[in-house]
């Protein structure tokens, strides 16, 4: 989520592995009545951003997301994908009344690491101003074995080398250790975020010097904003493709992808081959705007299927990031003969078909 600054300090999902696991908004809409049979209606959950759908081991999909006000971490599970459209949702914390997690929260991301349920979240200070873009990563961690009903408390604060804007935290492991893929503004780097990874000692702690994997310089990746960010990895075909969102969260916003081999040092950025376009953009005949900041999952088939969010306009009145109407999405992925992912265009609203 690109925070749309009035000066460059005023700055401004995720993993499927194979076999891994003080707002205003508008009226809230009416959620989306999912069709017969289970099918899985566009969109699929109405208002959430950032969106996070996996299948966990224990058979629930579980989705988290940012909310248009900006103020809580929520979760919600469903035996089917489409049943997420109508499944209770659980607030697991709220932002504090004080401090640098009193402002905004944004794209919170779901993990198990190391038996523990933890959550990964971008967080600025209250008050109004400059500050309350201050934003860094934060996590709440899980008392208990079912996140649904387990007491969260928050665990701490991400490190990483700059104290400086950064979000979008997806963790993911490779052949056999855990990384952090993440967006940040490096100082001495004039953009508004790049991506970087690192191997983790801890959730919170950084095992290695970190890599710089990507800085936007196409020209699709700079329209509005210098943007890279909300990596999401996906293993297949022997390679690891890693999506990410680029330019402002208007209808410009996109998603990118870079690749490299499994068998590859992923911490050598030289072993990142990055496409040349956009791999998902916006589709003016299915009236689909602004699609990105994506999570992976398989569906009870065992599809491979892509979640994003978008609007279903394209004109923004004000500044995007208070337009509530990012709605999540969800559609199947197709695979080239070369083993590559085609994701095609976003899908119009309606069922998908069967």
């Known amino acids: 989520m690109t925070m749309e600054p009035k000066s460059m300090t005023d700055l401004s999902r995720r993993l499927f592995v194979s076999g891994g696991l003080a707002l205003t908004a508008a009226p809230v809409l009416a959620r989306t009545k999912p ?15 950032d969106a996070q759908v996996f299948r966990h081991t224990d058979g629930w999909y579980y989705m988290t997301g940012s909310v248009p006000e900006y103020d809580r971490l ?20 709220r932002h504090q009344a004080s401090g640098p997690m ?45 996140p649904m009903t387990g007491r969260w408390s928050v665990l701490g604060e991400l490190k990483t080398p700059w104290d400086s804007f950064n979000l979008d935290s997806t963790s993911f492991v490779h052949r056999g250790r855990r990384y952090l ?52 990895v996906l293993a297949r075909n022997g390679r690891l493709f890693m999506t990410y969102s680029a330019s402002a969260t208007d209808a410009r916003y996109c ?11 992923i911490m050598d950025p030289s072993a990142w081959t990055k496409s040349p376009v956009p791999v998902f953009a916006s589709s003016p005949a299915n009236n689909v705007w602004g699609p990105g900041h994506n999570s992976f999952t398989v569906d009870e088939r065992g599809r491979d299927m892509l979640v994003y969010h978008a609007r279903d306009y394209r004109e ?26 085609d994701f095609g265009q976003p899908r119009r609203n309606g069922p998908l078909p069967a």
Request: charged share 20%; net charge positive; with cysteine.
């Open 35 to 49: 069709a017969a049979a289970g099918r899985i209606v566009n969109p699929l959950v109405r208002q959430r951003a």
């Open 316 to 341: 923004i009145k004000g500044d995007p990031l208070f337009d509530p109407n990012r709605h999540t999405r969800v559609q199947p992925i197709a695979y080239r003969a070369d083993g590559t992912p």
């Open 102 to 146: 009193s402002g905004f929260l944004w794209a919170p991301e779901l993990h198990l690491i190391d038996g523990k349920w933890i959550m990964y979240f971008a967080a600025g200070p209250s008050g109004g101003g400059e500050d309350v873009f201050r934003i860094r990563t934060y996590a709440v961690v899980c008392d208990g074995a079912d």
């Open 74 to 93: 929520v979760l919600r599970r469903s035996r089917t994908i489409a049943g997420l459209s109508t499944a209770p949702e659980k607030i697991l914390w």
């Open 255 to 265: 998603m990118g992808m870079l690749t490299a081999r499994d068998d590859a040092d």
């Open 181 to 232: 893929a993440w967006a940040q503004r490096e100082p001495g780097i004039e953009t508004n975020s790049n991506l970087y990874l690192a191997p983790l000692a801890t959730p919170l702690t950084l095992a290695a010097k970190p890599a710089r994997l990507s800085v936007p310089t196409l020209d699709w990746e700079v329209r509005g904003f210098k943007v890279n960010e909300a990596p999401a």
